[in-house]
């Protein structure tokens, strides 16, 4: 069974902070994809990133960065320079990749509001 | 492209009566899914397809929910009779085998 811990429930930031939301997964798969999406206000899912698991180098887009560490069965999202935009719930997920095994399972997600 | 196309936007029943939620794919994506967001769940997968089929149904919640694919580009999902703890929001999501999972705006539906 496949299982997306995310253990912060709501975070808060002044704007301009740096913050980090932590994921953790279980899976018995060893090819499997990890997911990060975003739920702003309005309702719908946005997606973010995707990363396979045989690749654990980190990915940067803008400020946005992705740690992914198989060791520790974790893929953290950073955002850097937190806007009022970033206000939102966002969702880690994971994935088994083979046929019959690709239905995504969500972590709880995490409320982020960022304080003007 | 137009995105997974979903609709109505919003639905408001009485318990005891049929809903029929309604979904298009992006056009070339061959996998359809269902999934249901509620404060208590989350979001949770009730079903999906590949290629019209439906491959994993296990969280369809019961016999009152059944979900169709009668062609590559339409889903239709369906709960009758309606009861208030189907109260959800209904998103549609479609990809194809290398692409990641796209999300409709989704359906969301009040029963009372």
């Known amino acids: 069974a496949q299982k997306v811990t995310q253990a912060q429930t709501e975070i808060s930031v002044v704007e301009k902070e740096d913050v980090t939301l932590d994921c953790v997964y279980e899976?018995?798969?060893?090819?499997?994809?990890l997911f990060w999406y975003k739920q702003p206000p309005s309702g719908e899912l946005v997606f973010l990133i995707r990363?396979?698991?045989?690749?654990?180098q980190n990915e940067i887009s803008g400020r946005y960065s992705w740690n992914f560490q198989k060791s520790t069965s974790s893929f953290n999202f950073t955002i850097t320079a937190s806007q009022v935009v970033d206000s939102a719930v966002y969702f880690c997920?994971?994935?088994?990749?083979?046929?019959?095994?690709?239905?995504?399972?969500f972590g709880t997600g995490t409320r982020l509001t960022i304080i003007p | 492209d137009a995105g997974v196309i979903q609709s109505p936007r919003h639905e408001v029943t009485e318990m005891g009566q049929e809903v029929t939620l309604r979904c298009k794919p992006i056009?070339?994506?061959?996998?359809l899914f269902w999934y249901r967001q509620t404060m208590m769940r989350g979001l949770e997968l009730l079903i999906y397809?590949?290629?019209?089929?439906?491959?994993?149904d296990s969280g369809m919640p019961e016999d009152r929910f059944s979900a169709k694919m009668p062609n590559a580009s339409f889903s239709t999902l369906k709960i009758q009779p309606s009861e208030p703890r189907d109260s959800a929001v209904y998103f549609c999501?479609?990809?194809?085998?290398?692409?990641?999972?796209?999300f409709g705006n989704g359906t969301r539906l009040t029963v009372t």
């Open positions: 999501a479609s990809k194809d085998f290398s692409s990641p999972l796209h």
């Open positions: 899976t018995r798969d060893t090819t499997y994809y």
């Open positions: 990363r396979n698991s045989f690749d654990e």
């Open positions: 997920a994971l994935s088994g990749i083979n046929f019959g095994n690709e239905k995504l399972t």
């Open positions: 056009s070339g994506h061959d996998y």
């Open positions: 397809f590949n290629n019209n089929v439906p491959i994993d």
